[in-house]
T-cell receptor, first 113, second 117 residues
Framework: AQSVTQLDSQVPVFEEAPVELRCNYS??????LFWYVQYPNQGLQLLLK??????LVKGINGFEAEFNKSQTSFHLRKPSVHISDTAEYFC???????????FGQGTTLQVKP | DTEVTQTPKHLVMGMTNKKSLKCEQH?????MYWYKQKAKKPPELMFV???????INESVPSRFSPECPNSSLLNLHLHALQPEDSALYLC????????????????FGEGSWLTVV
């Protein structure tokens, strides 16, 4: 069975500081990994995805993530955050059998001025 | 264009009412989904339609009844709901479910906020 663990439920950070949101997964088959962002009172928006190839994936809004197979991690990073990055971030893994998305519990990024 | 459109955005209904949530996508996707999301929690899968046929029902109570009239439309019919069913209901679509082909990303709509009183 596949699972996703987001190690931090909340991450407070000051504006213009770097941030890393951690995600670990477990799977016995090939994985497809995603990061979604949910701004207050909105739906989920795809930030980036890893399907294959280069382990460093660049997404929208200046975010990037690195797939590390040996550590079964897919951490999300941004070198300098803005107030507008305040949101809920979900890491997810796609089952290669059903295509079902399995979500982590989410990390609330709070960017302070 | 990666748009999934949901209506209504907000819905308040009584426990004896019958209402429907609607979802539309024009990306040519052949898989459509309903998710339920409670506050501060990840979305929970309810139903998956693949090529207009129900392929996954995650043991959802029968007071929720999905319908897929065609490949672009997905409805969720609601009847005799309970207050605990109040949540954000998210519709989503993807090119195809269960494929290992690159690009099978699930795209979400903005959601319908449902309050049951």
């Amino acid at each position: 069975a596949q699972s996703v663990t987001q190690l931090d439920s909340q991450v407070p950070v000051f504006e213009e500081a770097p941030v890393e949101l951690r995600c670990n997964y477990s799977s016995s088959v090939s994985v497809y990994l995603f990061w979604y962002v949910q701004y207050p009172n909105q739906g989920l928006q795809l930030l980036l995805k890893y399907l294959s190839g280069s382990t460093l994936v660049k997404g929208i809004n200046g975010f990037e993530a690195e797939f590390n197979k040996s550590q079964t991690s897919f951490h999300l990073r941004k070198p300098s955050v803005h107030i507008s990055d305040t949101a809920e971030y979900f890491c997810a893994v796609s089952s290669s059998n059903t295509g079902k998305l399995i979500f982590g519990q989410g990390t609330t990024l709070q960017v302070k001025p | 264009d990666t748009e999934v459109t949901q209506t209504p955005k907000h819905l308040v209904m009584g426990m004896t009412n019958k209402k429907s949530l609607k979802c539309e996508q024009h990306m040519g996707h052949r898989a459509m989904y309903w998710y339920k999301q409670k506050a501060k929690k990840p979305p929970e899968l309810m139903f998956v339609y693949s090529y207009e046929k129900l392929s996954i029902n995650e043991s959802v109570p029968s007071r929720f009844s999905p319908e897929c009239p065609n490949s672009s439309l997905l409805n969720l019919h609601l009847h005799a709901l309970q207050p605990e069913d109040s949540a954000l209901y998210l519709c989503a679509s993807s090119q195809d479910p269960g494929t290992e082909q690159a690009g099978n990303t699930i795209y979400f709509g903005e959601g319908s906020w449902l309050t049951v009183v």
